[in-house]
Each structure stands twice: as C-alpha cells, then as structure tokens.
C-alpha cells in the first residue's frame, strides 16, 4: 500500500471524522447482512490521513462477488474523489458540493425500511435483513444524469428484484415506488421546499425485475458514502440519474403509476420513464451528448445509456417520444 | 480624465474570479467537472459585471460619486470579455465547434437563444463603445446603448431557463436588475417630467 505525504496541516474536520465513524459502523452492519465477518478497520491515525490524502477510508465490503461480463462496461471507472464530491442530492443542497459537506449529518445506522402496499409482508424491515440472504455483487455501470454529466461507477449491491420478491407483491402490484427519508435535522437541505418531500421515485415492476436494477450499499469497493445515498440507494441505470433515488426509507407497491418528484415538480421535462435517449431533448436542453466527469470534451450520449440490448424490449411497444 | 487609478481597480476586480478558480484548480486538483465550472464563473461573470456597470449611473447621481462615471465602459467591457469566454467554451469545448450541433442549440434551445442574443447585443454594444462611435452616432449612441437593459435581461433570462428547482441565483440577479431599472425610472420621475433627460445620460458628463 502506498503511504502518502500528507502536510500537517491536513486536520479532516469533524463532519468528516463523525460521518467515517458511521460509516465504520455501517461497513460493519453490511458485513453481517453479508455473513461474514470482516477483518478490523485501519487504526484512527491511518484513516485520517488516507481521508486527508483523498483517498477513501471507508469500511471495504468483504465477499463480494465479481462483476459478470454483461454487468460492466468496459469503459475506465470515474475517479472515486470525482464521483462522490460532484453530487445531487438536495436534502443536503443544490449545489454539487454540498452533500460532500453535509452528508455527514446523516446517521446511517440503525436503518430500516418500510415495505407496504400490494404485498403479502408487509412491514418494517431492518437493513440488515434486507442484506442478509444474498451475496454482495459489483456491477459496473454507467451513470448518465439529466444534466448531460456522466461517470462509470463499480458500484455494490443486490439485484432490486431478488429483494422485491422476498416481500411477495401480490398480483396488483403493478409498480414499485421508493421514498427518502425526510428528516431536515439530518438533511439541511430540506429545510426548503425545494422539492416537495421526501423525494419519490418509481418504476414500474418489470423494470424493478429486470436484472440491471440494484439496490446499491456501496461503491470502489466500499460502503456507499452518505453523499452517494447510504445506506440504500436504487441503480437504474438505463435511466435518468434522478431515478435512482438515494437512502431509501419506504418501498411501497400499487397498482396505480405512482406520484414521482420531478415528475410532478416538472411533467413537461421529466418524464416517469426517463430513459436516457439521446434522440429526445429535454425541453431546454439537448440530451445528445454528455460530459464524462474529470473529461473535457463531451462524447456522444447513447440510447438506454448503452443498454439498449438489454432493456429496450421493455418499451418495444411504447412510444419513446411521448413516454420519455 | 482620472485621478483614482478606477481603471486599475476595475480590472483588478475583473481579474480576480478567475485567478481565485484558478488557485483552486492548482491547489486542490480540478475537480470532477472544471468545464462547468469555468462556464458558470464566465456567465455569472459576464451577469454580474453587467449590473455593475448599470449601477454606476444610479450611483453617481444618488451619491454624487462623479468620478466613477467612466467605469460604466470599463465594467461593460469586461462583462464583453467574461461573455466571449463564455460562448467560447460553449463553442469550442461543449460541442467541439460541430456546427450542426451549435446550429441546432441556436435554433431549438431557447436558453441558447437567449445568450447569443444578449452576447450579440453586447458585442454591437462594446464596438460602438469608443469615443469616436460616440460622436458618429450622436443622440442614436444613447438610444442603441440603453438597449444594455434588454442584454441583461436576456442574461437573466439564459440563466433561468437553465435552472432545474433552486432558482434562487437568478432570482438574486433578476431583482438587482429590477432595482437598478427602477432606480433610473425614479430619477426620471423625480427629475422634471417632459424634460428631455438624455443629455444627462452622456457617457461624457462628467
């Protein structure tokens, strides 16, 4: 391993310091939903000044299984300081900075989950539980938000449709939606309505069972950042970013399309679907290029954000310019 | 026609956003997405420096300040240049000069629109901005350069259209905007009705 030089100077502040506390503790928890045990975190002094070095300190996942050929693209993976200091969340802010600097707030641990709707078990579901069954996957995916940014992200997780299923939805359960949680002590950013929360997002279920979804807990081999959606964060990524709805609290099945928030905050630019498609222009901005973050010239945006011939037999009979 | 060296504080005060991005850009690495960054400080640049400009006029005659007058050209300038910076980028880097593409964002983005037009408006604005344009024009000069008030406010307008829920920072440049227009129209009406106020709108007067 390599040692950095790090100037004395170099003091992580205490948001950092506490949000790596919990962090630990979380590494900690995904390593029992896991079932194995870990070995133990780097001492303090190691973790601050790798933190001070940019490099992460987070709890690494142990066990996780490799990602298989039609899970990772073969493009470089965005440098990991890039993808989680260039976020939107806006529970911590609307800048892209800010949940860099106020995630920390966010006590990722206990976390449980409210599972309700058309479902034979319902109920509150610890996060733990949720991990338990299964092996970690890494999936490495690109990451196409609506803004025209992109990055490629091995992120950590379980097939959304293995852990959908375990709740058993009933027959009426056409679509699944997910909340965050709303708490403006631990997200400042909610202190203005900004958007209407808590955030909502939703797919419809054949989408949710596809097996590109995940439910995602971490990411460059390590427990989500709080910043990137710890604890418990969706991947959809044939779709629009602002899909992949972070630190989930609620997953909720109906029969009915569910309310989702930029879809309702802005129908007419924001679709329920929005599948990455280049072809449709977001009403004030064209979608057929992106810029790579830590690239300079943008590239090419492609359709289903390159997953075409895995998804695109999803909408084969829908009008992709008017369900965008 | 200065005896504070104005001239200097104004450019050092243009030059000082990008020289602090810059530090940055050095000491702490340039980030995930230094493009953006870079087009964000030039169009806010270009905005801000604008009003700044429109504010000297409202300044000198509420306060007295007669020898700012000048700085008016100065900052319109300068909020020239951070606006070439600005389509530059946008040009060059966003679309790599694919004239199809720049075609299209000039044809169908109403955002795009908005900022050439304003950039437009300026650049007929800062070529007739030397003192000879000035006397060729004559009493046309003043009438072609309020036209500044609709570059702003297309400025304003290119930078809403592009804001996706936090409309704050075009809200903050829309107001000062309104305030600055309604700081001249009280002149205007505190000032004797029916008089003829061009003369003392001269870029001149000193």
């Known amino acids: ?324 | 026609m200065t005896r504070l060296p104005i001239h200097g504080i104004a450019i050092a005060i243009a030059i000082l956003p990008p020289l602090l991005l810059a530090f940055r850009f050095v000491t702490e690495g340039p980030g995930a997405n230094p493009i953006e960054e870079i087009t964000h400080l030039t169009g806010d640049g270009g905005l801000r420096f604008l009003l700044l400009s429109l504010a000297i006029t409202p300044a000198r005659r509420w306060f007295g300040w007669r020898g700012i007058a000048p700085l008016r050209r100065t900052f319109g300038l300068i909020a020239f240049a951070y606006a070439c910076t600005h389509l530059a980028i946008w040009a060059l880097v966003d679309l790599g000069l694919d004239w199809n593409a720049i075609a299209e964002d000039l044809t169908e983005r109403p955002y795009v629109m908005a900022g050439m037009a304003a950039w437009s408006l300026l650049f007929v604005l800062a070529v007739t901005s030397t003192r000879s344009a000035m006397t060729r024009l004559g009493k046309r000069w003043i009438r072609l350069h309020q036209g500044v008030y609709l570059a702003a406010l297309l400025g304003v307008v290119h930078h809403f259209w592009l804001i996706k829920a936090d409309y704050r920072p075009a809200i903050v440049h829309g107001g000062v905007l309104a305030l600055l227009f309604a700081a001249r129209l009280a002149w205007r009406l505190r000032n004797a009705p029916g008089m003829p106020r061009a003369s003392l709108d001269s870029p001149i007067s000193r």
């Open chain 1, 1 to 324: 391993m390599k040692i950095p030089q790090i100037p004395e100077s170099d003091v992580t502040d205490e948001a950092v310091f506490l949000n790596r506390r919990s962090l630990l503790r979380l590494g900690a928890t995904a390593a029992i939903g896991a079932s194995l045990a870990g070995c133990p975190a780097a001492n303090e002094a190691d973790a601050a000044s790798k933190e001070a070095a940019g490099a992460s300190d987070r709890r690494r996942l142990p066990n996780v299984a490799p990602a298989p050929p039609e899970f990772r693209v073969d493009e470089k993976p965005t440098r990991e300081r890039d993808a989680t200091r260039y976020n939107n969340f806006y529970e911590f802010g609307t800048d892209k900075k800010d949940p860099a600097r106020h995630a920390g707030r966010l006590r990722t641990e206990p976390w449980s989950v409210v599972v309700d709707g058309e479902v034979a078990k319902p109920g509150r579901v610890p996060l733990e539980t949720i991990l338990t069954p299964s092996r970690l996957e890494e999936r490495i995916y690109r990451f196409r938000c609506v803004e025209t940014w992109s990055m490629v992200v091995p992120w950590i997780g379980l097939p959304l449709g293995d852990v959908l299923a375990r709740f058993e939805p009933t027959s009426k359960a056409r679509f699944v939606s997910f909340e965050t949680l709303f708490d403006p002590e631990q997200m400042p950013g909610q202190r203005r309505r900004v958007i209407d929360w808590p955030y909502r997002e939703g797919l419809r279920m054949d989408e949710a069972m596809h097996p590109l979804s995940i439910f995602a807990v971490g990411m460059y081999g390590r427990v989500l950042p709080n910043q990137n959606g710890a604890p418990l964060r969706l991947i959809v990524p044939w779709k629009y970013g602002f899909k992949s709805i972070k630190s989930i609290v609620r997953i909720h099945f109906s029969e009915k399309r569910p309310h989702t928030s930029w879809n309702d905050l802005a129908p007419d630019e924001y679709g329920f679907y929005a599948n990455v498609n280049p072809e449709v222009a977001h009403p004030r901005w064209s979608q057929a290029r992106e810029r790579r973050l830590g690239e300079f010239r943008k590239r090419p945006t492609l359709p289903f954000n390159g997953y075409a011939d895995q998804v695109a037999s999803l909408y084969a009979d829908m009008d992709l310019r008017r369900n965008f």
